[in-house]
């Protein structure tokens, strides 16, 4: 493996915040769960107003780089991550977010880290929920890393999440066109009745921004560019191009990985839509 996934992108890169990390330790397992103590879930827990976050910081789901996301933490508490911080210093996110900071956190101290999307079968019984978690090269082989949970969650090894437990883009897309999945299964949210955030609508969005965050794009949940729109209908191309992006790639080196994301139906351009919740009101965004 070459050291593609140990520099950053432009989403990780702490910038100025770099120094700032210095403090924190060399160990993916330390990385991992002052990750977790750095984010406060925009809505797993209820209205963040419940607790003691002002309505206008919902705002914060929108931050895009690891960058702008340390300034404000640093903000919040000047105390650099892997200490205690009260909820209501830490950023409001999403899974995404405590993932691309340990993400960034550990390309600091260079560990081959990258983030993943796809879906877990461990936050709702039965159902798959639209997720993202990281993957660290151990030297051997890519191990999944959960970094939005504190120690004792789940009762499987938040280092070594199993396969069968997070279904990454390519994964979960090929289980429910197989039919191993049942593709209403895969969800947003159960209570979420909007069509595009369920089924096979949203396995073609999830496999699109996997592919970009293995080419370093870590998207925003709610992006879209190029093929993707929030239409709840597949046509038989679209069906067709995500079963072969998802074929490619389940093997592929990062160099096909590299080829693939040059076409453009998946590239990420310099302007994009995102289509925050819950408003879901498409605006355009010019990316760094």
Known sequence: MDDFYVSHSRFTDPGALSSWLDTTPRDVAALRLAASGLVFHYWAQGDITEHGFPAARREEINLRYASDMFARLRELDPAPPGGPRPKVQRIVGCC?????????????????????VGFANYLVPGWYLDHVVAEVHNGVEWHLVEPQFPVGFGEFDLLDVPRDRFLVGADAWTAA????????????????????????????????????????????????WGALTDDASLTPATLARADELAELMADADVEQLRVAFEADDVRVPPVIRSVTPPEQLPVEVVLR
């Not at 593709?183 to 009745?193: F, G, T």
């Open 96 to 116: 995404r977010d405590f993932t691309l900071l340990f993400v960034s956190m550990a390309r600091h101290h260079g560990f081959p880290a990258r983030a993943r």
């Open 177 to 224: 066109r197989s039919g191993d999945v049942d593709p209403a299964r895969l969800v947003v949210s159960p209570d979420l009745d909007v069509p595009f955030l369920r089924g096979l609508p949203y396995a073609w969005h999830n496999l699109v921004l996997d592919l970009a965050a293995l080419n370093k794009h870590e998207m925003i949940q709610w992006d879209l």
